[in-house]
C-alpha cells in the first residue's frame, strides 16, 4: 500500500509541476487577480489530490483541472457579487483551448517558456498589464518610469513574443492574453 501511495505522490508532483503555472495564469484572467489565482489553484489541487489519491482511473487530468479552476473562479465571483455572465462567457471560450490533452500542453509550455524568456523589464510589464490586468500607468509609477516607455516594453515583449512563437501559437497567445497593439 505505502508503495502505491509513493507512486502516485509521484505522479501527483509531476501533475503539479507540468500545470501549476498554466492554471495560475487561466485562473488569473478569469478572476482578474494572480494572487487569487495562486490561491485557487493551490485550493484546487488539495481537492484533487483527495480524489486522485482514491481514484485516477478514468481522469482526464487536465480537463478535470481546468475546469475545477474555472468552477472555483465563479464560486469566487459570486461570493464577491460579480457579474458571473462575463466570467462564464470568458470559461468558455478558454475551455475550448485548453481541452485537448498533449498537442496542447506542448502549446502551453512554448507559451510560458516564451514569456520566461523574455528580458526582465519586458517581462515583468507584461505580466502587470497582461496577466494581473494592471493599469499602464501604475506600472509606469512603480517602475519609476513613463507610460510612453511602459508602453515601448509591452510593445517590445509582444515583437518578441511574435518572432519567437510560429503563426498559429502566436495566434493561440492573442486569444488567450486579449492583447491589442
Known amino acids: 500500500?505505502?508503495?502505491?501511495?509513493?507512486?502516485?505522490e509521484k505522479l501527483f508532483v509531476d501533475v503539479f509541476n507540468k500545470n501549476y503555472k498554466a492554471l495560475c495564469l487561466y485562473g488569473a484572467k478569469l478572476c482578474g487577480d494572480f494572487s487569487e489565482a495562486e490561491d485557487i489553484v493551490q485550493e484546487v489541487f488539495v481537492k484533487f489530490w483527495n480524489v486522485f489519491k482514491e481514484d485516477s482511473e478514468g481522469i482526464s487530468v487536465r480537463s478535470y483541472l481546468y475546469r475545477m479552476v474555472r468552477n472555483a473562479c465563479?464560486?469566487?465571483?459570486?461570493?464577491?457579487?460579480y457579474d458571473t455572465v462575463?466570467?462564464?462567457?470568458?470559461?468558455?471560450?478558454?475551455?475550448?483551448?485548453?481541452?485537448a490533452e498533449s498537442e496542447e500542453d506542448?502549446?502551453?509550455?512554448?507559451l510560458l517558456e516564451a514569456i520566461e524568456n523574455l528580458p526582465d523589464k519586458c517581462r515583468y510589464v507584461f505580466t502587470a498589464i497582461c496577466v494581473n490586468n494592471r493599469k499602464y500607468k501604475d506600472v509606469?509609477?512603480?517602475?519609476?518610469?513613463?507610460?510612453?516607455?511602459?508602453?515601448?516594453q509591452l510593445s517590445r515583449s509582444i515583437r518578441i513574443l511574435?518572432?519567437?512563437?510560429?503563426?498559429?501559437?502566436?495566434?493561440?497567445?492573442?486569444?488567450?492574453f486579449a492583447v491589442s497593439e
Open 106 to 110: 506542448s502549446k502551453i509550455d512554448k
Open 140 to 152: 509606469a509609477d512603480e517602475m519609476h518610469i513613463s507610460l510612453n516607455t511602459v508602453k515601448t
Open 74 to 81: 465563479i464560486d469566487l465571483a459570486r461570493a464577491k457579487k
Open 86 to 99: 462575463d466570467v462564464n462567457s470568458l470559461a468558455d471560450q478558454l475551455e475550448d483551448f485548453f481541452q
Open 1 to 8: 500500500m505505502s508503495s502505491d501511495l509513493t507512486i502516485k
Open 162 to 176: 511574435r518572432e519567437n512563437l510560429n503563426k498559429d501559437d502566436f495566434k493561440l497567445f492573442l486569444a488567450f
